[in-house]
């Protein structure tokens, strides 16, 4: 399992790399990323996690066809702004897929971390369907998730997975930096 696992951990850093450069090609990438996950997780009994990449697939196809609907000129996607009220809205229906997921995965599996995969996998959605809106939000969501992430897979022995969660952060705190200039760029444009 090591060799896929470091198959997937490579197609994810290459595709949150794209995505932090807000180009397009970061959702196919995602998609080949996600589908070699989910036998990862299924594997190792993060049935949250699983079902977490099976939503991101959909999630995927979905953010391809709204970033290639809103490119700019140098081909990259421009960055929107994420309306208080919806976040407070996503964080709360985050919370509720937390607990009903959570529960689901307690009640009926033989989950290994059933409350937490499911807090960690609602919230990852959250932060996807961000990704896709193009918000930068997405990124402070990611940060917060992935530092979480790589404790739930040190403690699981998916060291390569818990060492990619680490870059993930980084590549988080380099797409939020990113993400933020360009806003600020359009937005001086837009006052010219």
């Known amino acids: 399992m090591t060799a896929i696992e470091l198959i997937g951990a490579l197609l994810s850093a290459w595709g949150v790399w794209l995505t932090a450069r807000r180009k397009p090609w970061c959702w196919p990438v995602g998609l080949v990323s996600v589908l070699v996950y989910t036998w990862i997780f299924v594997d190792a009994k993060l049935y949250s996690d699983a079902l977490l990449q099976l939503a991101f697939a959909v999630l995927i196809l979905y ?8 490119l700019g000129d140098d081909g990259r ?3 929107a702004a994420l309306p208080r009220q919806q976040a407070i809205t996503h964080i709360l229906f985050g919370v509720l897929g937390a607990l009903v997921l959570g529960f689901a995965m307690h009640r009926w599996t033989d989950a290994a971390l059933p409350w937490l995969d499911a807090a960690l996998t609602a919230f990852s959605l959250v932060a996807q369907w961000w990704q896709a809106k193009r918000h930068v939000a997405a990124w402070w969501l990611w940060i917060v998730v992935d530092v979480i992430y790589v404790g739930e897979y040190v403690y699981k022995h998916l060291l390569i997975t818990s060492v990619l969660y680490a870059g993930f952060i980084v590549l988080a705190v380099i797409g939020l930096r990113s993400w933020q ?3 600020h760029d359009a ?3 837009g006052a010219a």
């Not at 953010?63 to 809103?70: E, I, P, T």
Request: hydrophobic letters at 45%.
């Open 181 to 183: 200039a360009s806003r």
């Open 77 to 79: 996607v421009q960055v």
């Open 187 to 189: 937005s001086i444009a």
């Open 63 to 70: 953010g391809w066809y709204r970033w290639l609907q809103h």
